[in-house]
């Protein structure tokens, strides 16, 4: 009898320990922000909003925010909550069960959430440009006899479904005049599983980005396109900031500082690229030399370039409506709004409000 | 109950009969020694093995590092290092976490998942075992139980927000099952005519449930709750893709995003060293909780 209550104290006792808590699940990284992180202007002190901010590892000026701490540097009154989301999809989901006030994702995920039936659920606006995306996402094909996409005719062609490269990809065939899963045939991979399938010779070639482009490029791939090309042919891609609508009519002051933050980023990577490579190192877990390369595959836009008629100021509501009408034949979406219902989902407000810094 | 319990077990009669206890004793650390030997010498063949095929460059390191990079990866996921060489920019382990507060936060999540399916799954499996319900809810026992955690994180996300409730709800929804159909399969091996004997003495009900039925089944609840947290460390990393870190199996998914390989193979090292502690741990809980096991 004894033995048996001692044990069951000891079960207790160390479940009571293991539940006490030692981590908490919250804590910011700040213990390893460099000791000046201190806002770049002056603080806005008069900020005191509840912001839940999902993020992606994705080498731009929003990790390189996050990891310097500049929102709680210039909002020391605002609560900042970071979370880390696998993919855009991910981030469309958490809007649509209000998880997230703010989040990173890709254009196509933006359109998605911006389209039937999502747009129920999720009411967002696109109010910045992470980065336009060049080479970051490029066609790989291992087969060197073979130098453009048509040469693809009868191949394998991995990419992950419903990201900016799936549409890239889809888009570049359509224009080679070669039809998925019929001339091509186009299979659903994560990059991180594309390295073995592609020793493997299970796939010819992949559509993707670093560190698997980087990876695939340094076994003998050789690129043959890349969304710059699919970009200058009249279809770019992006990684967008978005915020839900009502968060940005109740807190335009938060929004301010955000954009002047990420504006701030935009031109620490553009100035000194080796202090952002830094950042975003600490928060990808890689060498800061390849966060350095990856700057080169992705454009980065000021607040005033991004308030521009090219971009949030106009054009890019277009790119939202052209992306829906090739998403509805993919079966991403289930109709396409009008251009003005898009334009509904793209506000160049906050972008505007630091055009002028 | 207790007294059978309490009740020594007989002394083992030496082997020869002129051995004494002493010899016994020696005989069994020599055992305890041979085995421990084994074991040292499979797992250094094993690690030389590795070491070999890596240093004769069969394979790539993105899939097969060599032991030493996963170790510095470990020790580098456990220690404030800078960012990289040369750089004044100091780190703390991976992600912000030392690797032990990784495995702490997976840890804590486990023990409250699994410890809501143990006070959950026991009493439910003590009356599906004992009455009708047993018939109508099976069904549903075995649906949920042989859904793949993948395919319903999702749906608990969207339930129960991306934060730790859902993870330790998944946790949970891994871990009941064979908890409840371990208690069943115990309550249906009482011999009935211990029950018979004690309600001829009188016993109520409830008597008969917590003098008998829960003694006699408890050997199988142990089993199930091993094979319970079992289940849990392999539902921990669908559990942690999403907004995962602090957790080991959040940051082996991050580290495999990044092809970190090293990375990744020193968070499953460490995962199945925990699992096998922890798995030891109620291992031995089943020793003292039920003596009487395999010797009846």
Avoid at chain 1, 235 to 249: K, M, N, W
Avoid at chain 1, 264 to 289: F, M, N, R, Y
Avoid at chain 2, 154 to 178: E, Q, R, Y
């Amino acid at each position: 009898m004894k033995t048996r209550a001692t044990a069951a104290a000891l079960a207790a006792a160390a479940l009571a320990l293991s539940l006490s808590g030692c981590v908490e699940s919250g804590r910011s990284s700040t213990a390893s922000a460099p000791a000046d992180s201190d806002c770049p202007w002056e603080p806005d002190e008069s900020v005191t909003t509840t912001a839940r901010i999902a993020w992606q590892a994705i080498p731009n000026g929003d990790v390189v925010v996050k990891d310097l701490g500049i929102l709680e540097a210039c909002m020391p009154n605002a609560t900042i909550k970071w979370v880390q989301a696998p993919s855009g999809g991910e981030v469309v989901k958490y809007y649509g069960t209000d998880e997230v006030d703010l989040g990173l994702m890709g254009s196509s995920p933006a359109t998605i959430a911006s389209s039937k039936p999502i747009v129920d659920d999720a009411d967002i606006a696109v109010v910045w440009i992470h980065d336009v995306i060049g080479d970051a996402e490029s066609l790989i094909v291992k087969d060197p006899s073979i130098t453009d996409i048509s040469g693809l005719k009868g191949k394998t062609v991995a990419v992950p479904f419903s990201s900016t490269a799936h549409y890239s990809l889809l888009q570049a065939l359509t224009d080679a005049g070669l039809e998925a899963g019929k001339d091509v045939e186009v299979i659903n991979l994560d990059p991180d599983k594309m390295p073995a399938a592609w020793q493997g010779a299970q796939i010819d070639a992949a559509w993707v980005w670093d560190p698997t482009q980087s990876q695939l490029l340094e076994t003998g791939g050789e690129r043959i396109l890349s969304s710059a090309d699919t970009a200058e042919a009249g279809r770019p891609t992006f990684d967008v900031g978005t915020a839900s609508r009502a968060f940005i009519t109740e807190n335009p002051e938060f929004l301010t500082q955000w954009a002047k933050a990420q504006d701030w980023a935009v031109k620490l990577i553009q100035d000194d690229p080796a202090t952002a490579a830094e950042s975003v190192a600490v928060v990808l877990g890689i060498d800061p030399a390849d966060a350095e390369k990856q700057f080169a595959g992705l454009t980065y836009l000021t607040a005033s370039e991004q308030a521009s008629a090219d971009y949030l100021g106009g054009q890019f509501a277009k790119d939202l409506f052209n992306t829906a009408g090739f998403l509805l034949e993919q079966g991403g979406i289930e109709a396409v709004g009008t251009e003005a219902d898009y334009a509904e989902h793209v506000d160049a407000g906050p972008a505007e409000s630091v055009a002028g810094d | 109950m207790t007294q059978t319990v309490a009740a020594p077990a007989p002394e083992v009669a030496p082997s020869t009969p002129a051995a004494g206890p002493q010899d016994h004793r020696r005989e069994r650390r020599r055992h305890r020694l041979k085995l421990l030997a084994l074991h040292a010498s499979t797992l250094l063949l094993l690690l030389s093995a590795w070491w070999f095929v890596t240093a004769m460059e069969w394979v790539s390191p993105l899939y097969l590092p060599p032991p030493g990079d996963v170790w510095d990866a470990f020790v580098r996921a456990n220690t404030d290092h800078p960012v990289a060489a040369g750089s004044d920019r100091i780190v703390r382990g991976e992600q912000g976490y030392y690797l032990w507060e990784h495995l702490i936060a997976s840890l804590q999540r486990i023990a409250i998942g699994v410890g809501a399916a143990i006070v959950v799954g026991i009493p439910l499996g003590l009356v599906m075992g004992t009455t009708w319900l047993g018939v109508v809810l099976e069904p549903y026992l075995n649906f949920l139980r042989s859904l793949p955690p993948l395919a319903y994180i999702g749906l608990l996300i969207v339930w129960f927000g991306i934060g730790d409730t859902s993870k330790v709800w998944l946790l949970f929804l891994a871990a009941f099952p064979p908890i409840a159909m371990a208690t069943i399969s115990g309550v249906h091996g009482v011999r009935q005519d211990q029950v018979n004997a004690v309600r001829s003495l009188g016993a109520s009900r409830r008597q008969v449930l917590t003098a008998v039925v829960l003694p006699a089944s408890t050997p199988d609840i142990l089993t199930g709750i091993r094979v319970a947290t079992g289940f849990a460390w392999t539902t921990v990393v669908a559990a942690e893709i999403a907004n995962g870190i602090p957790g080991i199996g959040g940051l082996a998914y991050l580290a495999g995003n990044q092809l970190q390989t090293a990375l990744v193979i020193a968070c499953i090292v460490v995962i199945g060293i925990a699992a096998i502690l922890l798995d030891l741990g109620l291992k031995s809980l089943e020793k003292v909780l039920v003596p009487w096991r395999g010797k009846a």
